[in-house]
Structures are given as structure tokens and as C-alpha cells.
Nanobody, 125 residues
Framework: QVQLVESGGGLVQAGGSLTLSCTASGGSGSTYVMGWFRQAPGADREFVGALSWSASSPDYAESVKGRFTIIGDSAKNTVYLQMSSLKPEDTAVYFC??????????????????WGQGTQVTVSS
């Protein structure tokens, strides 16, 4: 079973930046796709972006396009979520996820079979 460990959450003012990291370890297979999701209080889990190690560039949700960047370091089996121009509506628990069966990045949470514990990001106005 792949294990995902996230770090980097915290409190930031609106307009600020924050970088989250997620490192995968264990399991007998490969993590073909690494995704980021978030969940605000009382809301459904929302797709943020995903990186397929086989693709040339990550996919992003429209709500974060141009502000968030996913960077992958295959040597460390780590992905980073660089967040800039943060808004109060970005406040949520952010989850890292891995798909160990498909190389196609997807926004559907049920396609991912490993999840991190989540890290809180709070953006103050």
C-alpha cells in the first residue's frame, strides 16, 4: 500500500503564497498520477490539479489555473503544490492522492487509491 505524507500547510494572508509537498513511499507498484484535492468545511472534496508522470504538463481546476503550480520530482517521488495569489476561498484541507493503476490524470477522486492525511491551509482576508 502506497503511503502519502503531506506537509507545508499553514496560515497565510490573502495574496500570499504557500507550497505544499507530498511524498509517496511503500507499495509494490508505481504512482502513475499524483493529484491534489481540497475540502472546505461543509463542502464536497474538490479537484485542484493532477500530474501524470507520463504527461508533459499538469492539469488544473479552473478555479486555481494561473495561481497554482504542480511540480513533480520523480527522483524523490514527491510532488509540490505551489500556491500563489491565495484567496480566502482557497481555505480548505488539502489532500494529496495517488493513482497506482492508470497513467491518465483525472479529476475524479474515486480513481485515486491512496490518500494523504490532509493538511490545513487557511487564508485570512
Amino acid at each position: 500500500q502506497v503511503q502519502l505524507v503531506e506537509s507545508g500547510g499553514g496560515l497565510v494572508q490573502a495574496g500570499g503564497s504557500l507550497t505544499l509537498s507530498c511524498t509517496a513511499s511503500g507499495g509494490s507498484g508505481s504512482t502513475y498520477v499524483m493529484g491534489w484535492f481540497r475540502q472546505a468545511p461543509g463542502a464536497d472534496r474538490e479537484f485542484v490539479g493532477a500530474l501524470s508522470w507520463s504527461a508533459s504538463s499538469p492539469d488544473y481546476a479552473e478555479s486555481v489555473k494561473g495561481r497554482f503550480t504542480i511540480i513533480g520530482d520523480s527522483a524523490k517521488n514527491t510532488v509540490y503544490l505551489q500556491m500563489s495569489s491565495l484567496k480566502p476561498e482557497d481555505t480548505a484541507v488539502y489532500f494529496c492522492a495517488a493513482d497506482t493503476h492508470s497513467i491518465i490524470a483525472t479529476a475524479f477522486s474515486w480513481e485515486y487509491d491512496a490518500w494523504g492525511q490532509g493538511t490545513q491551509v487557511t487564508v485570512s482576508s
